[in-house]
């Protein structure tokens, strides 16, 4: 049971690494693309407030929410795992 402790201690460490870096690459592609679409539009406005408000709208977004994949798919897995080797 000490060694299922220390591996979930472990894996949720690196899970919340690996949420972090892809949290902020995705950040940082959809402000580079708003920055695309603020050019393309013909500059209306300001760009800092057009990305602000970009961004706000990406925090509420389903992309933003599926990105929590990372931690549910490797538990979920992980528990599947251990369910067909000691119960089935």
Avoid: Q
Wanted: charged residues 20%.
């Amino acid at each position: 049971m000490l060694a299922f402790g220390r591996l979930m201690f472990f894996g949720l460490i690196a899970l919340t690494v690996i949420y972090v870096c892809l949290s902020f690459y995705s950040r940082s592609v959809r402000r580079g693309k708003l920055k695309t679409w603020w050019e393309e539009e013909g500059r209306p406005g300001d760009l800092d407030a057009y990305v602000e408000k970009g961004l706000a709208e990406y925090d509420g977004s389903l992309r933003r929410k599926l990105i929590l994949g990372v931690y549910v798919v490797p538990i979920c897995v992980v528990a599947l795992i251990i369910y067909l080797t000691n119960f089935h």
